[in-house]
């Protein structure tokens, strides 16, 4: 099966099945619901196409053939138990010596594809044709089955047991475990698995920079998502859906907390392990990369008893880390602190911690009115993402309590209109936050390689450096630069530092507000932008000035 060339709705228009107009409709449709709706089953919802005009399009898309009737068609036995065939809705209807033929709706079912190459050693040769047709294939298989259902259900446990023995041979294990060695060793934050046609690639971020790192073949893909699977309590037999799950394991004298994610994709699963190691994260401000006027900005905010205290930026820019840190300050025996998070991703000693369960109706803002009632002091919710957290938000803080949380957007002001677009009212953003912050990651020069380097005259007069470095006070400007080395992986940096610009908010900054709802400069408030404080991490030696631009 060949990879797909055009988009399905190209092909549809070039076929003349459709219109433009129903294209452009359609993709409007899956805007409202999401692309787990495939715009082809929006298009026959629609009436704008047929299901026989739809998988027409796709063999010609994937370069298969496509079967209107299946009457000549029978299901031959391959050693996998029907019940398996009639669930995934794939069926087996020739086997050669090189080939198993088999009929489906979906060209994208590539797990169980996988599955009957890996029990059969042959390679699947793929038809399409309708779901009645299957339908009326499926009844004749399940007709043909004589085994009660008690044996029906060993004989699946038995299909998910060759999935276990495939996970649970030497080689996989050993592939698996090295490429967990490895993460440690870099440091890395995230693991990546990614199907791909012929092979899995596997890529590890380091200071928040992918970089791939093997290569997994085909024949050993399915035994690794198989190993995946087992290690973070997945469901081994499901590859439709998404799942979540985690791992705890020992590497190096380690304990390791993993939080993993599967996505079925086009050419397999997909697997993001997000590594959780407590001994690379420092919970202190001043040890952050914060410099010492921001740290006393922030801790100025947060010694108020009541309020709401804001810090945002992109996911990955370190915010949560940040407000472990304030937590750990503010932490002591007369106080009861509360979080609601998603996920918790460390644990904090005398802090409560709830974790946001959507599936239970846990949200975050339903946890927030259940942590109102356990006296909490100060309050941490990962994420304000809609009008009724944020109400909750602004409640537990207009009733005396500390409220520290964040949000998604590019600056410390924008907070102000993100809360306005949500929904909030003016008065009560007036009467309720107390402090904003926004922040980014910036990689560090690495210590073992670095050297001293001269600016360009037009760099520092475009960016106006000296005069920066003046009104901060740094005496000494010493700009570096890494030249690689084995300890950075030849990359010139090792570890990450914060950038961040912090506003209390104050009545001065309140008032600009009141006549303008989109202000957003913080030269007019006397503060330092997330810009100018990278720069004069470039100015001492700390990041270089293509890391601060890359991230701003």
């Known amino acids: 099966m060949k990879s797909p060339q055009k988009l399905i709705g190209e092909i549809l228009l070039y076929k003349k099945f ?7 409709k359609a993709l409007e449709i899956q805007k409202t619901y999401g692309q787990d709706i495939r715009i082809g089953r929006v298009l026959i919802n629609m009436g704008a196409i047929t299901e026989e005009q739809l998988l027409e399009a796709l063999a010609y898309q994937f370069g298969i053939d496509y079967v209107s009737s299946t009457d000549d068609f029978s299901v031959v036995d391959i050693g996998i138990n029907p019940q398996i065939l009639i669930n995934s809705k794939v069926y087996p209807v020739e086997a050669t010596e090189e080939y198993i033929t088999v009929l489906t709706d979906n060209p994208l079912n590539l797990e169980i594809f996988a599955f009957i190459e890996s029990i059969t050693h042959k390679k699947v040769k793929v038809l399409l044709t309708t779901e009645n047709n299957l339908d009326q294939i499926s009844g004749k298989l399940k007709d043909s089955i004589t085994v009660d259902t008690d044996s029906d259900i ?15 041979e030497a080689p996989v294990i050993k592939l698996v475990n090295s490429i967990f060695s490895k993460a440690v060793d870099t440091q890395a934050t995230d693991i990546h698995f990614e199907s ?3 092979r899995m690639r596997v890529r590890l971020r380091i200071d928040g920079i992918l970089r791939t790192i093997d290569y997994i073949p085909n024949n050993l893909k399915l035994a690794t998502i198989a190993r995946l699977k087992l290690l973070s309590g997945m469901n081994i037999a499901e590859s439709r859906l998404a799942q979540d799950g985690r791992i705890s394991i020992k590497i190096a004298g380690k304990s390791i907390d993993i939080r993993a994610s599967s996505l079925p994709t086009q050419y397999g699963e997909s697997f993001v392990l997000r590594m959780l190691l407590e001994e690379h994260t420092t919970y202190a401000l001043d040890r952050l990369g914060f410099y010492d006027d921001q740290v006393s900005v922030i801790k100025d905010i947060v010694s108020k008893p009541n309020g709401i205290f804001l810090t945002t930026g992109p996911t990955g820019s370190g915010k949560t880390t940040t407000l472990y840190s304030i937590l750990s300050e503010l932490n002591s025996d007369d106080v009861k602190i509360v979080t609601v998070e998603d996920p918790i991703e460390y644990e904090l000693a005398g802090i409560n911690q709830v974790q946001v369960k959507p599936e239970i109706g846990r949200t975050f803002a339903s946890a927030l009115r259940n942590i109102l009632r356990q006296d909490p002091d100060i309050i941490m919710v990962g ?8 109400q909750m938000a602004i409640q537990a803080s207009l009733t005396g309590h500390l ?5 998604h957007t590019n600056s410390a002001l924008a907070s102000v209109t993100r809360l306005i677009d ?11 936050v107390i402090g904003l912050m926004a922040q980014r990651l910036v990689r560090t020069v690495c210590p073992y390689c670095a050297e001293e380097i001269q600016l360009q005259k037009e760099i520092i007069k475009a960016y106006n450096l000296e005069k920066l470095a003046e009104d901060f006070g740094l005496k000494k400007i010493t700009p570096k630069k890494g030249k690689g080395c084995k300890r950075c992986n030849y990359t010139g940096y090792k570890g990450r530092t914060v950038i961040t610009e912090v506003a209390p908010f104050d009545l001065k900054l309140q008032k600009r507000f009141d006549e303008d709802k989109n202000f957003n400069d913080m030269h007019a408030l006397g503060y330092r932008t997330m810009l100018e404080d990278g720069l004069l991490k470039v100015l001492d030696g700390t990041t270089s000035l293509e890391e601060v631009l890359r991230v701003i």
């Open 154 to 168: 060993i004989d699946i446990d038995e299909e998910v047991d060759k999935l276990k023995e495939l996970a649970s």
């Open 403 to 407: 409220v520290l949380s964040t949000l």
């Open 196 to 198: 791909l046609k012929s």
């Open 18 to 24: 459709c219109t433009q107009e129903d294209i452009d």
């Open 383 to 390: 994420e304000i993402r809609d009008l009724e957290t944020a």
């Open 422 to 432: 949500m929904g909030v009212e003016w008065f009560l953003i007036k009467a309720s």
